[in-house]
């Protein structure tokens, strides 16, 4: 697809700054799609790829059997880089690896929390390009340290489990002091090119979005889940509620519902179970994350709107109609392109300060 667009004037300049996050990725575009519980499975994954980006498959719900079938499906649907993302709390979490390392996936991005110097050096032993995420500079330089080849910094703008500080925030604190030392990818509330191209400006090297692939046609989520996204406005995306600092829940953002309600008094019940001595903290997290897991299921899959949780994005208000990955791809590319041109136009327009002293 990159032939569509190497007429356009601003083309060698997009293509020099995008080149370190293409040739990291292996992609034609230097643009992610994240790794989205029960959305992001093969069809999706293989769509983003087979359009130029860089799909990454959710493990975080899945068996070591089912990651696994899940990775040949992808490469029977296309023959490019992707990447699977395993979370640190999984059960399986090491055989999650191995699988990916027995079936050569290329990139494992890894998610809640920070792994130790072990798991980077068997990634990396097994040719496995690892990447993880970043919330400030020090926990970024830790983890280039650790054995991190690239990074994403994603703030709560995004869906699903997000930290305390915005992508605009965190972009202009990490961007300046770890760009250079690794490939550093921007997320969270990212949907269009004009927000892509920002960041490229920034520093980063590429951009990863998450809600604007759901209503893909390649996304096997209910019909009745992509249209709540499609009706959905960027204020009905919200954080959830933490009620006692005790219980280790992290904010979720998604699209308000009856299951929102539901978590608050589900909280209590778990709180409840902890005063009693019933449940210890780290059993109590458990109870949270398979809540999350369930209802999400129930949406995606079920297409339960009411009593499903509707992870989504602040930048939700902005999807307007369900399309191919090829053609959101290549308008976000030509939103790229485009914006960078405008820019170029309007510098060119200004006059040197020595001209303008004439002219007065």
Request: aromatic share 8%; proline share 4%.
């Amino acid at each position: 697809m990159m032939k569509l667009f190497d007429s356009h004037p601003f083309f060698p300049y997009w293509r020099r700054l995008t080149q370190r996050g293409r040739d990291f990725l292996g992609s034609e575009f230097s643009i992610m799609c994240g790794a989205m519980t029960w959305v992001s499975d093969h069809s999706l994954v293989a769509g983003v790829c087979n359009a130029g980006g860089f799909g990454v498959l959710a493990a975080g719900a899945l068996s070591v059997e089912e990651l696994e079938q899940e990775i040949y499906k992808t490469k029977e649907k296309t023959s490019r880089s992707f990447g699977v993302n395993v979370i640190l709390m999984h059960s399986q979490f090491q055989e999650l690896l191995e699988v990916c390392a027995r079936c050569q996936v290329s990139h494992v991005i890894l998610g809640a929390g920070i792994p130790s110097e072990k798991v980077f050096r068997f990634l990396n032993d097994h040719g496995i390009i690892p990447m993880a995420f970043a919330p400030t500079v020090t926990v970024g330089r830790r983890l280039i340290r650790l054995g991190s080849k690239g990074l994403i910094i994603e703030g709560n703008e995004a869906g699903g489990h997000v930290g305390p500080v915005s992508t605009q925030v965190l972009a202009q604190e990490i961007l300046p002091h770890l760009s250079k030392e690794v490939p550093v990818f921007v997320a969270g509330g990212v949907s269009t090119g004009q927000g892509i191209l920002s960041y490229l400006l920034l520093g980063a090297c590429g951009c990863q979005l998450g809600s604007r692939f759901v209503c893909s046609y390649e996304s096997q989520a209910h019909p009745a889940f992509k249209q709540a996204f499609i009706r959905a406005s960027a204020r009905d995306a919200i954080l959830t509620p933490q009620l006692d600092p005790r219980l280790p829940v992290i904010p979720v953002r998604a699209l308000f519902n009856k299951a929102t309600e539901e978590f608050i008094a589900f909280q209590k019940e778990i709180l409840a179970k902890l005063d009693a001595g019933i449940l210890e903290v780290k059993e109590a997290g458990l109870c949270i994350e398979h809540f999350w897991a369930g209802s999400l299921r129930r949406a995606v899959q079920d297409g339960d709107i009411e009593r499903g949780s509707l992870m989504a994005g602040q930048s939700v208000g902005m999807i307007k109609k369900e399309e191919s990955c090829q053609e959101i791809i290549q308008q976000l590319v030509q939103e790229v392109l485009d914006s960078g041109l405008f820019l170029m136009e309007h510098l060119d327009s200004f006059q040197e300060p020595a001209a303008l002293e004439l002219v007065a």
